[in-house]
Structures are given as structure tokens and as C-alpha cells.
């Protein structure tokens, strides 16, 4: 058992249960520093690491009656389509130098992204409201599955953006939508995204089997730990350690 691999997924654990952001924008930057993995074996992990511990929140969210189906099938729509013709490009040019290059760029400005999004959480609602004045509710369809598409080609590209871009874009659209069913339809999105993301990265060979397991095993019990300890931290205090590891990480990937 490869203990420095459940301590870490314990580690990255705690902090999703105390966040509430996805383990992609710690885990793929940690599997890049700490284990050494090539951008693209390590995307391709930590997308098999993501979906399957949002399955247990999915499910939850699911029978409390917190997805909006409607809204998840859109998004599901624009994006599994775009996650299956991003990895048979990815088959079709094959994963030469320049594209390891291009997957660690992408993953670069995914965290960048990520990071934006946590330090305005609460200002999107607002901007999302005045929005609503040029966005009528008969366009609302067409640009959910277009967000879709964004996603899938994110996620696919770098294992990150199902969970907090994902959320932060639904708010956008659906500014009025209550945060429980926000919450339910973007967990409900990100476990087929990420399971399909993911088996695309396997028939590329981009998974590491050996190592997700103990991963897995140290995130179980760290996401209980953190949702245990969330209620005792400052929200300001977690969202600006939480920004500025995003950025840090993301900084590091680029350069």
C-alpha cells in the first residue's frame, strides 16, 4: 500500500469536504508535483478519482430531490459529445510532446479560472440577475448546452471545471435557482462527464490504476473529516487560502 498516496488523498479529502470545490483542482496539480505523473496520465487519474467520489454525493442529492434533471440533461447534451470528440482528437493527433504541453497550459488556466471563481463566489448571483435582462427564458436552453460544451472540452482537456466552473455557469443562467439545486445538478453532471472524460483517458492508457486506489481510500474518510470541520473555519478565512493555493498551483503548472 502506497502510504504517501492515501495520505494525500486524505489530505485533498479534508479540504473538499471543508470547500466544497471538486478534488480535480488539487489532486491533478498533486499528482503532477508529488508523484511525478505526465500531464496527461495524471488528467486521466485524477478523472476517474473525481467521478467516483462524486457518486456518493450525486446519489444523495438525487433521492433529497435536488437535480434539476431538465437542466442536467442540457448540460449533459452539449457536454459528453464534447468530452468524446476532445479524447478522439486526442487519439487522432496522439499525445506527441506539444500536446503534453497544450493538456499542461489548459490545466494552467483551468485553476486560474477555479480560482476566480471561489474569490467572487458570492458576486456571480448578481451578475447572473443582470443578466437576466438580456437573456430571455427561450435562448436558456441553447447556451445551458453550450456551457455544456465548454466543459466537456475543459474537463476532458485537463480534469478540471465539472465541479466549481460548472456550478458558477448554472448561476449565471439560473441566478434565481436555489444553491441546494445548483449543488444537486452540477454534482448529478460532473459523475457521467468525469466517468465518460475518464474512460476516454483509459483507452489512451492516461490512468494509474495502482495509485488511484490508495487515493481513493485516503479521500473517503478526509471528506467526512472536512465536512466535520468546515463548521468551525471561517468561510473568508477558507475561500482566501483556498484562491491562493489555486493560484500558486496553476502558476507552477504554467511555468
Request: net charge positive.
Amino acid at each position: 500500500m502506497d502510504w504517501i498516496a492515501v495520505a494525500s488523498g486524505l489530505g485533498v479529502g479534508i479540504i473538499v469536504g471543508i470547500t466544497g470545490v471538486g478534488g480535480g483542482s488539487l489532486m491533478t496539480p498533486l499528482l503532477l508535483s508529488v508523484f511525478k505523473l505526465s500531464p496527461a496520465v495524471a488528467i486521466g487519474t485524477d478523472l476517474w478519482f473525481a467521478a467516483l467520489t462524486k457518486v456518493s454525493g450525486s446519489v444523495a442529492h438525487a433521492r433529497h430531490g435536488h437535480v434539476k434533471w431538465g437542466l442536467t440533461g442540457l448540460l449533459l447534451l452539449g457536454s459528453i459529445p464534447a468530452s468524446i470528440g476532445t479524447v478522439a482528437l486526442m487519439h487522432a493527433t496522439d499525445i506527441t510532446k506539444g500536446w503534453a504541453s497544450t493538456l499542461t497550459f489548459s490545466l494552467g488556466i483551468a485553476l486560474f479560472l477555479t480560482a476566480l471563481v471561489v474569490a467572487f463566489k458570492k458576486s456571480w448571483q448578481v451578475v447572473g440577475l443582470r443578466l437576466e435582462r438580456f437573456i430571455p427564458e427561450s435562448r436558456k436552453p441553447a447556451l445551458t448546452v453550450a456551457c455544456g460544451v465548454l466543459l466537456g472540452v475543459l474537463v476532458s482537456l485537463s480534469s478540471i471545471g465539472a465541479g466549481a466552473i460548472g456550478a458558477t455557469l448554472i448561476l449565471l443562467l439560473y441566478p434565481r435557482l436555489e444553491a441546494r439545486y445548483i449543488v444537486g445538478s452540477d454534482i448529478a453532471h460532473a459523475v457521467p462527464l468525469t466517468l465518460v472524460a475518464g474512460i476516454g483517458h483509459a483507452t489512451l492508457g492516461n490512468v494509474n490504476w495502482s495509485l488511484l486506489v490508495p487515493l481513493l481510500l485516503g479521500s473517503m474518510p478526509g471528506i467526512w473529516l472536512g465536512a466535520q470541520l468546515t463548521r468551525r473555519l471561517p468561510d473568508g478565512v477558507v475561500r482566501g487560502l483556498l484562491c491562493g493555493s489555486l493560484l500558486l498551483a496553476g502558476w507552477k503548472v504554467i511555468h
